[in-house]
């Protein structure tokens, strides 16, 4: 009885870790923030905290080493093949087709929260700001919808407006992406196996090529051109 007690725990305590959010908010504007968040926790990242400056410890004096003739190590050999073009093409193939469903549902349950910025638009002449102001907001129509039916968006907030005295496009706001774990624990799963036979695959395609030879210590060969020439 005890040990389901302990099993019990142990699944509610993995139930509720799947639930946590991960995440990462970002402001920009002036200055960029960037801080993580765990739950209900923020972590703080940039600006990164200034630290104390440690005091300096007087140089010891070291004794003068002899002088000894570096020896190079010849390189050592690369026991795993470079893969080429068609082998990247493959593994994002590989690994598009393995997604599939699995991350349409993960992209359901992303949430962007917050989501509030603000473009102001300016240019070299009023004809060319109210030009750009135009296209950027039918893009911010056009795309806003797919977006909020691929993301869980609760509060979208995109504000643009034209300055005719600036003579450039400056945005200010934050923006919020966070994650469930179980989400992350399951794109990681689904992966697994597509990606272990890609592997597979990438390693017997290149099992006969030939290995590169380690290049030899410049050392040897001069200590074998002075024999040469003692025998000489």
Known sequence: MLALK????????????????????????????VRLRVGALKLAILPRKEKKPKKEKPPKEKKPKEDK???EKPKKKRSIPKPTLDDVLDLL????????????????RTRIDPLDA???IGAYNPA??????????T???????????????????IHLRMDYDSESVSAEGSLGLSLRLCDLFAIGFTLIVPLGK???RFLKAHKHDAPKEAAA?????DQSNDTEQKSA
């Not at 700001?129 to 950027?136: D, H, K, P, R, Y």
């Not at 210590?217 to 060969?221: K, R, S, V, Y």
């Open 217 to 221: 210590p410049e050392n040897d060969t």
């Open 93 to 108: 193939e590989t690994a598009l087709a393995a997604l599939g469903a699995t991350v349409r549902r993960a992209c359901r």
């Open 128 to 137: 060319d700001t109210a030009i750009l102001f135009g296209a950027l907001n």
């Open 118 to 120: 603000t473009l102001t």
């Open 6 to 33: 302990i099993i019990g725990v142990i699944l509610l305590i993995f139930l509720l870790l799947g639930f946590l959010r991960l995440g990462a908010i970002v402001s920009f504007g002036e200055d960029l923030r």
């Open 69 to 71: 003739p570096a020896e």
């Open 198 to 200: 890609w592997l597979l």
């Open 139 to 157: 893009a911010v129509f056009t795309l806003m919808p797919k977006v909020e039916e691929t993301f869980d968006v609760p509060n979208p907030g």
